[in-house]
């Protein structure tokens, strides 16, 4: 969360809500036709920008050092005529043939050692000079070209980054990583801990990569694997942005990235300027939306708290997608929903994946805003242009912010370290899904949630929740811990506390760094099998005021009081009555631990206690029905609130008695809103007093 209520506008050549697709006219140069009447259909859509030249390289230079500009040129003149405005992309994402032919040290090579043909795409070794030096010379003559163009508003960086590549450029330069880490490899074998099966290492050069005929069982080689593969995968993208640079535009430049996860996204925040990703939830997979609408808010939520600002909504399906187990439409009202969903946690834009249909190959079924029908009477596309309404109106919301006092810590490397853990649970130790459960609880009852690392700033947050904290550094428990005694609530759970930065477990019993500011002793952990089940009974006139037995599953930690006061115990098993729910009070704050997995139920009833003992603000003060969420942005003056209902039946959600306005119509909002299967309100009000102080409730003054 910083301490700022508006933003500058991605753009100053248009500051209003972007909305457009991916637009791929290379592949329709043949059908001149079919140009011209995409501008036509773009400006009766509303469409406003365009991500333009993702994958054109073979387009762009069709032989090497033959370079052929004249079709993108032309596309951008009629932009510029028709008030339509691109992302030129750097084409990196896939490379042309003759590449791959003349310099096969290009292709990347899988862990198995083996290089891959030609084909697909993300297929290239971020290490490979050959690829680094042509990639600068197509980045730098587009910068030279189009670096000031009026249609231009950014740059979009290649496309998804993601994948490793384990050639000898890569090994030579994980090996010179680790070198310029560790220093000595007597300090490297004791962070590997490798004198486990007689692993230590007496030569650099005997360090390889991870491999499934190889060395795969050292955690800590693991874990600095991937964060090599970020590293470079950083230092690739920063090599692309430095050859735009060099050319001298200095337009935004930004990234589509995804829920992969094997890159750390939060590295990326300083190097680029604005922040994008791509989202294709699987709507309508199950009775109602609820729970998928909460996962995807994470993801929003998750992707503006890396630089605390508006993002971009860079690529989603107007219709269905063609590469998910099972491709369903959008029902009446979802593709509004979803798409303003995006906004209300932070965007600035709604973009598709794709403006028209591609004619053949892997994607040409993949939902898009034109259908190979090739007019505008279509449902989707109906759907398309009355979205542009709705954001046409929405100009004085860009830029805002999107304040929070409540945060899910979330590390990429304690998520790795978790899948790599080998125990206690090796059917399942859900890290996502225990955090989404969490942010979950918090989203159902309207409170605004940043999702933050160990490396940020905790202090703006009245509560910080961190689930499954496994790999916990000294210095993140001392901050933890220094977070509580300000006043702070820190919420922690089971599993949480067990290993270092290398994957080394602390010793002196777990929760290792926390163990203080959560004052218990974690003795032993236990996973259950699928079918198995235990209970949590609350304590009479426990101190949240909550009452009852709750269920527990799939894992069990038995733990010790060590100044903590026991809220609740175990109904089963051989430990039945000992503590499963605590709270410890350090100096002015209350830290929480869960020892057990608990069901929403009970995350729905601790969370709705705890928002209000910790004095966190929903965005409407009222209890909101099943699967039903508000959410705000602010500029300090006036609050824009978005009540979204993703639980499949209509609803009713009571306001507050605040004066509201709605947004589409003008028109006052009364005491209650009525949300319709997918429905979607956008109110405006004049700003609560915790958005007024935004920033003031930092723990430190």
Same mark, same amino acid.
């Given at each position: 969360?910083?301490?700022?209520?508006?933003?500058?506008?991605?753009?100053?050549?248009?500051?209003?809500?972007?909305?457009?697709?991916?637009?791929?006219?290379?592949?329709?140069?043949?059908?001149?036709?079919?140009?011209?009447?995409?501008?036509?259909?773009?400006?009766?859509?509303?469409?406003?920008?365009?991500?333009?030249?993702?994958?054109?390289?073979?387009?762009?230079?069709?032989?090497?050092?033959?370079?052929?500009?004249?079709?993108?040129?032309?596309?951008?003149? +009629?932009?510029?005529?028709?008030? =339509?405005?691109?992302? &030129? /992309?750097?084409?990196? !994402?896939?490379? #042309? %043939?003759?590449?791959?032919?003349?310099?096969?040290?290009?292709?990347?090579?899988?862990?198995?050692?083996?290089?891959?043909?030609?084909?697909?795409?993300?297929?290239?070794?971020?290490?490979?000079?050959?690829? +680094?030096?042509?990639?600068?010379? =197509?980045?730098?003559? &587009? /910068?030279?070209?189009? !670096?000031?163009? #009026? %249609?231009?508003?950014?740059?979009?960086?290649?496309?998804?980054?993601?994948?490793?590549?384990?050639?000898?450029?890569?090994?030579?330069?994980?090996?010179?990583?680790?070198?310029?880490?560790?220093?000595?490899?007597?300090?490297?074998?004791?962070?590997?801990?490798?004198?486990?099966?007689?692993?230590?290492?007496?030569?650099?050069?005997?360090?390889?990569?991870?491999?499934?005929?190889?060395?795969?069982?050292?955690?800590?080689?693991?874990?600095?694997?991937?964060?090599?593969?970020?590293?470079?995968?950083?230092?690739?993208?920063?090599?692309?942005?430095?050859?735009?640079?060099?050319?001298?535009?200095?337009?935004?430049?930004?990234?589509?990235?995804?829920?992969?996860?094997?890159?750390?996204?939060?590295?990326?925040?300083?190097?680029?300027?604005?922040?994008?990703?791509?989202?294709?939830?699987?709507?309508?997979?199950?009775?109602?939306?609820?729970?998928?609408?909460?996962?995807?808010?994470?993801?929003?939520?998750?992707?503006?708290?890396?630089?605390?600002?508006?993002?971009?909504?860079?690529?989603?399906?107007?219709?269905?997608?063609?590469?998910?187990?099972?491709?369903?439409?959008?029902?009446?009202?979802?593709?509004?929903?979803?798409?303003?969903?995006?906004?209300?946690?932070?965007?600035?834009?709604?973009?598709?994946?794709?403006?028209?249909?591609?004619?053949?190959?892997?994607?040409?079924?993949?939902?898009?805003?034109?259908?190979?029908?090739?007019?505008?009477?279509?449902?989707?596309?109906?759907?398309?242009?009355?979205?542009?309404?709705?954001?046409?109106?929405?100009?004085?919301?860009?830029?805002?912010?999107?304040?929070?006092?409540?945060?899910?810590?979330?590390?990429?490397?304690?998520?790795?370290?978790?899948?790599?853990?080998?125990?206690?649970?090796?059917?399942?130790?859900?890290?996502?899904?225990?955090?989404?459960?969490?942010?979950?609880?918090?989203?159902?009852?309207?409170?605004?949630?940043?999702?933050?690392?160990?490396?940020?700033?905790?202090?703006?947050?009245?509560?910080?929740?961190?689930?499954?904290?496994?790999?916990?550094?000294?210095?993140?428990?001392?901050?933890?811990?220094?977070?509580?005694?300000?006043?702070?609530?820190?919420?922690?759970?089971?599993?949480?506390?067990?290993?270092?930065?290398?994957?080394?477990?602390?010793?002196?019993?777990?929760?290792?760094?926390?163990?203080?500011?959560?004052?218990?002793?974690?003795?032993?952990?236990?996973?259950?099998?699928?079918?198995?089940?235990?209970?949590?009974?609350?304590?009479?006139?426990?101190?949240?005021?909550?009452?009852?037995?709750?269920?527990?599953?799939?894992?069990?930690?038995?733990?010790?009081?060590?100044?903590?006061?026991?809220?609740?115990?175990?109904?089963?098993?051989?430990?039945?009555?000992?503590?499963?729910?605590?709270?410890?009070?350090?100096?002015?704050?209350?830290?929480?631990?869960?020892?057990?997995?608990?069901?929403?139920?009970?995350?729905?009833?601790?969370?709705?206690?705890?928002?209000?003992?910790?004095?966190?603000?929903?965005?409407?003060?009222?209890?909101?029905?099943?699967?039903?969420?508000?959410?705000?942005?602010?500029?300090?003056?006036?609050?824009?609130?978005?009540?979204?209902?993703?639980?499949?039946?209509?609803?009713?959600?009571?306001?507050?008695?605040?004066?509201?306005?709605?947004?589409?119509?003008?028109?006052?909002?009364?005491?209650?809103?009525?949300?319709?299967?997918?429905?979607?309100?956008?109110?405006?009000?004049?700003?609560?007093?915790?958005?007024?102080?935004?920033?003031?409730?930092?723990?430190?003054?």
């Amino acid at each position: 969360m910083k301490n700022t209520q508006v933003f500058p506008p991605v753009s100053d050549k248009f500051p209003v809500m972007m909305h457009g697709a991916d637009y791929n006219p290379d592949q329709w140069l043949r059908y001149p036709e079919v140009l011209e009447e995409d501008i036509r259909l773009m400006k009766l859509s509303g469409c406003n920008v365009m991500s333009i030249g993702i994958f054109a390289w073979a387009a762009l230079e069709p032989t090497e050092g033959t370079f052929t500009f004249d079709w993108l040129d032309q596309l951008l003149e +009629r932009f510029e005529a028709n008030g =339509i405005y691109a992302w &030129l /992309a750097t084409p990196s !994402g896939a490379r #042309p %043939a003759w590449m791959s032919e003349k310099y096969p040290e290009v292709r990347r090579v899988e862990a198995n050692r083996v290089r891959n043909l030609h084909g697909m795409r993300h297929n290239h070794c971020y290490t490979s000079p050959v690829y +680094r030096e042509k990639t600068s010379i =197509i980045n730098r003559k &587009l /910068a030279e070209r189009y !670096g000031d163009h #009026p %249609a231009v508003v950014g740059w979009h960086i290649s496309n998804e980054f993601g994948g490793d590549c384990h050639c000898d450029y890569c090994q030579d330069a994980f090996r010179a990583w680790l070198k310029n880490k560790y220093g000595t490899l007597e300090a490297l074998n004791h962070a590997w801990w490798s004198t486990f099966w007689a692993h230590t290492y007496i030569d650099w050069g005997q360090i390889e990569s991870p491999a499934p005929h190889g060395e795969y069982v050292v955690h800590g080689q693991n874990l600095d694997w991937r964060r090599f593969v970020t590293d470079q995968t950083i230092d690739f993208c920063r090599y692309e942005i430095e050859a735009i640079r060099k050319a001298g535009s200095a337009l935004p430049v930004t990234t589509n990235m995804h829920m992969f996860e094997g890159l750390d996204y939060r590295k990326f925040g300083d190097l680029l300027d604005i922040i994008s990703w791509d989202a294709y939830p699987t709507w309508h997979e199950h009775q109602d939306d609820a729970e998928l609408g909460a996962f995807v808010a994470f993801y929003h939520d998750l992707f503006r708290s890396i630089k605390g600002r508006p993002f971009l909504l860079m690529e989603s399906t107007p219709s269905l997608t063609n590469w998910q187990p099972v491709s369903k439409l959008k029902q009446p009202g979802m593709h509004k929903l979803s798409s303003l969903q995006a906004v209300a946690h932070g965007s600035d834009s709604v973009q598709y994946f794709q403006w028209r249909k591609s004619r053949g190959s892997s994607e040409k079924f993949h939902g898009a805003v034109v259908d190979h029908v090739g007019h505008e009477h279509t449902r989707v596309f109906r759907d398309v242009t009355e979205l542009s309404q709705t954001l046409a109106g929405l100009v004085e919301v860009v830029g805002t912010s999107t304040p929070a006092q409540a945060a899910i810590l979330f590390d990429w490397d304690n998520r790795w370290a978790i899948k790599d853990a080998q125990g206690p649970r090796n059917t399942g130790l859900h890290y996502e899904e225990t955090v989404y459960a969490q942010h979950r609880a918090l989203w159902s009852h309207g409170v605004p949630t940043d999702v933050i690392g160990s490396e940020d700033d905790f202090a703006p947050y009245k509560l910080i929740v961190a689930p499954m904290l496994y790999l916990c550094r000294e210095e993140t428990g001392k901050k933890l811990e220094l977070f509580v005694e300000n006043g702070g609530t820190l919420v922690a759970t089971y599993w949480s506390g067990i290993v270092d930065e290398h994957d080394l477990c602390h010793l002196g019993g777990f929760p290792g760094p926390l163990r203080n500011t959560l004052g218990i002793w974690a003795e032993e952990i236990e996973g259950l099998y699928d079918d198995d089940r235990n209970g949590v009974v609350l304590a009479t006139d426990n101190p949240l005021g909550l009452a009852g037995t709750f269920e527990s599953h799939e894992l069990c930690e038995l733990i010790h009081p060590e100044g903590a006061e026991v809220l609740g115990v175990y109904t089963d098993s051989f430990y039945a009555g000992r503590p499963a729910l605590t709270v410890n009070r350090l100096g002015k704050g209350r830290a929480y631990y869960m020892a057990t997995r608990l069901k929403d139920d009970f995350l729905d009833a601790f969370y709705g206690r705890l928002a209000e003992e910790a004095g966190l603000e929903r965005v409407i003060d009222t209890k909101l029905p099943h699967g039903v969420t508000a959410q705000a942005r602010t500029n300090g003056t006036a609050d824009f609130v978005f009540i979204q209902n993703f639980g499949g039946t209509p609803q009713r959600v009571k306001l507050d008695g605040q004066s509201y306005t709605d947004m589409e119509t003008g028109d006052a909002a009364g005491d209650a809103v009525e949300l319709g299967v997918n429905g979607i309100r956008l109110l405006k009000r004049q700003a609560k007093s915790w958005y007024n102080k935004y920033g003031a409730n930092k723990q430190n003054g």
